[in-house]
């Protein structure tokens, strides 16, 4: 388990890019096998939602700031070298990474034939990398998705870092389930970025990224889906902060 700072009760690791890697490759070095979740705010309430949730991301060797705002509660609480460790971008750093480390990776995520495509593209724009699989879930909870039958299918490549593209929370809910069940030491959700790095979803641009404005974005391109995530929590967030801030509330992680 890494430090944390805690944000209503979820503990954020307050990291930077390379620090991620850095860890990332110990646990692999140890063949120390963990589970990494991105937050963002939306994750952080689904966290408030459901105490199991709350303990998945709790009980994770590594929580990364991946929405802005935690990010600019973190350095307001101190921890100056946090960055932004945004999912899509760590799987473009670690793939980068591994060209070095020889690291191996399985790709398990997105609709019907997307992990296949994922594969593709990241093989196109790092030659050489070692992606040693890639497969679709099935419909389902991610309790029902929780088989011994995909972690034969997963063990038997051998790699070491397990990509995992569903939503949240159920990619790390599914992550949790699964950890004892397979042996590569390192499980990453990634959520979109299996949409976004094969162009299937169009990502905001880096300016709004940077602002804390990626979510207006999203909104606008899937406000059907996304409306509650982003009209609801958004304000229920910078609530529930504001009372932790003032002291008016206790957060205490599970």
Not at 59 to 80: E, I, N, S
Not at 103 to 130: I, K, N, Q, T
Not at 216 to 242: A, C, M, S, T, V
């Amino acid at each position: 388990m890494s430090p944390s700072h805690n944000v209503l009760g979820v503990g954020i690791s307050p990291i930077n890019m390379g620090q991620a890697l850095d860890r990332i490759d110990a646990w692999i070095g140890a063949r120390d096998r963990q589970y990494v979740c991105v937050c963002n705010v939306h994750s952080v309430m689904e966290c408030r939602r459901s105490p199991t949730v709350r303990r998945v991301f709790n009980r994770a060797g590594m929580v990364t700031p991946d929405g802005v705002p935690l990010v600019w509660l973190l350095r307001m609480a101190g921890y100056a070298q946090v960055a932004r460790v945004y999912g899509p971008d760590l799987m473009l750093a670690a793939m980068e990474h591994s060209l070095a480390t020889g690291h191996r990776h399985y790709l398990h995520g997105g609709v019907s034939g997307v992990a296949d495509e994922l594969a593709a593209v990241m093989r196109r724009r790092f030659p050489g990398v070692a992606i040693v699989g890639a497969s679709t879930p099935a419909f389902g909870t991610a309790e029902e998705l929780c088989t011994g039958e995909i972690a034969d299918i997963i063990n038997a490549m051998e790699p070491d870092i397990v990509w995992v593209g569903m939503s949240t929370p159920k990619q790390d809910l599914w992550m949790s389930c699964m950890r004892p069940r397979l042996r590569a030491p390192v499980l990453i959700g990634v959520g979109a970025a299996f949409d976004f790095h094969t162009g299937r979803v169009a990502q905001a641009p880096r300016w709004m990224m940077r602002s804390g404005l990626e979510w207006l974005f999203r909104l606008k391109q899937e406000p059907r889906r996304l409306w509650r995530r982003y009209l609801i929590d958004n304000p229920w967030f910078l609530f529930e902060i504001g009372r932790q801030k003032l002291g008016l509330k206790r957060f205490e992680p599970d």
